[in-house]
């Protein structure tokens, strides 16, 4: 075979891959599917979002009355290395923790707190320690607290009911509020018969 002949061949050759490889390209073009924002057909009952609604938190209160101390003190294992909860027991990066609920803020004796903790002020209640425990540095912005927090509302239930243990006199765990109750914990008024005032009213005058 001349050399002639073979470039030729080579030329042919070098068409048709161009050839093929451009119909390609108008054949993707042309074809291209199109792919839906959504599934076509809705199965009841399975979601199709990947973004659907996630199971909303069980108020804190719930999660309290029900929380189990033995799995609070698996909890605060986590905080050994900075604080003691046993009585008499020393403060150490953070302070001790006996008889913390109830106590007043920032109160440990010998520790040096920041003053973002002194600005607290009250006591220690269940649901300010809810607070706390969710996310320290948010709570006492320029706390020495370093602790991220923690997020599940089981986890801080447990742990504050834990603590609330280890004391010579626990705090009574208040029971779970009825379904119904109104935001921010108080009961709807009950019905008054016609005519009849509230006994708060009637004693007011």
């Not at 390209?25 to 996630?54: C, F, Q, R, W």
Request: aromatic share 8%.
């Amino acid at each position: 075979m001349s050399g002639f002949e073979f470039n030729k061949l080579m030329a042919a050759f070098l068409t048709a891959a161009l050839f093929a490889m451009v119909v390609g390209v108008i054949s993707d073009m042309v074809y291209e599917p199109e792919h839906l924002e959504k599934n076509a057909y809705a199965i009841e009952g399975v979601a199709t979002d990947a973004a659907a609604e996630a199971p909303k938190e069980v108020p804190f209160e719930v999660a309290l009355a029900s929380a189990d101390p033995k799995a609070g003190a698996k909890v605060f294992a986590r905080c050994t290395a900075c604080h003691d909860d046993s009585k008499g027991g020393p403060n150490k990066v953070g302070p001790e923790l006996w008889s913390v609920v109830g106590r007043p803020v920032a109160s440990a004796d010998g520790f040096a707190y920041s003053d973002a903790l002194k600005g607290i002020g009250g006591e220690w209640t269940f649901e300010k320690l809810d607070h706390f425990l969710t996310k320290p540095a948010s709570f006492a912005p320029g706390t020495k607290m370093s602790f991220a927090g923690l997020s599940k509302v089981e986890d801080r239930a447990a742990v504050i009911a834990y603590l609330n243990s280890q004391s010579d006199a626990p705090k009574e765990i208040p029971a779970a509020p009825a379904e119904g109750t109104a935001e921010g914990g108080e009961q709807p008024a009950a019905e008054q018969p016609a005519g009849e005032q509230p006994a708060a009213q009637q004693n007011a005058g």
